[in-house]
T-cell receptor, first 114, second 109 residues
Framework: DVKVTQSSRYLVKRTGEKVFLECVQD?????MFWYRQDPGLGLRLIYF???????EKGDIPEGYSVSREKKERFSLILESASTNQTSMYLC?????????????FGPGTRLTVT | GQSLEQPSEVTAVEGAIVQINCTYQ??????LSWYQQHDGGAPTFLSY????GLEETGRFSSFLSRSDSYGYLLLQELQMKDSASYFC??????????FGQGTELSVKP
């Protein structure tokens, strides 16, 4: 079974803090993705990576950065958290080729920025 | 622009058949995926259609018509555990997945 784990289930941070969200997958997948999920907006892609050290902007990258130093780990960084970044953050991974349409998701991190 | 349209809510009774539609408008199209997400859970992959026609996987089937930019997810013999949100997602240009807003399915006894 593919397992995607995220560092925290719930997180509360203050405005202006630097926030790190970690994601680890155990299936040796090349592709990894970060989404945010908001009511009525579905899942929106923030950043993705097709290989170590590689990163590509998704549809809403502003205010975020990512790091992929190892194949199994993909980190999302909020450089200076703002209240409009309060959301559910979902990490996903997938194999090359099909991994862009068949993705395995972690349980999510519900981030609240106050 | 890129957009996917699906109904926000659908209600059906146990044992019935329900169809969740998805229409899309995207720049570049490679296929249509469906995901299921239970309340508080992670989205899980259900199916993928790259070509026109019907794909069946147990009680779930997915259909695609590329000429109509339209697809649907068909759930048969509905069970209470099928109550969840269902998302269609298009694999578009650059290989990214673009998700619809989701359809909340409620199955009543």
């Amino acid at each position: 079974d593919v397992k995607v784990t995220q560092s925290s289930r719930y997180l509360v941070k203050r405005t202006g803090e630097k926030v790190f969200l970690e994601c680890v997958q155990d299936m040796d997948h090349e592709n990894m993705f970060w989404y945010r999920q908001d009511p009525g907006l579905g899942l929106r892609l923030i950043y993705f990576s097709y290989d170590v050290k590689m990163k590509e902007k998704g549809d809403i990258p502003e205010g975020y950065s990512v790091s992929r130093e190892k194949k199994e780990r993909f980190s999302l960084i909020l450089e200076s958290a703002s209240t409009n970044q309060t959301s559910m953050y979902l990490c996903a991974s997938g194999p090359p080729g099909q991994g862009t349409y068949e993705q395995y998701f972690g349980p999510g991190t519900r981030l609240t920025v106050t | 622009g890129q957009s996917l349209e699906q109904p926000s809510e659908v209600t059906a009774v146990e044992g019935a058949i329900v169809q969740i539609n998805c229409t899309y408008q995207t720049s570049g199209f490679y296929g249509l995926s469906w995901y299921q997400q239970h309340d508080g859970g992670a989205p899980t992959f259900l199916s993928y259609n790259a070509l026109d026609g019907l794909e069946e996987t147990g009680r779930f089937s997915s259909f695609l018509s590329r000429s109509d930019s339209y697809g649907y997810l068909l759930l048969q013999e509905l069970q209470m555990k099928d109550s969840a949100s269902y998302f269609c997602a298009v694999k578009g240009q650059g290989g990214k997945l673009i998700f619809g807003q989701g359809t909340e399915l409620s199955v009543k006894p």
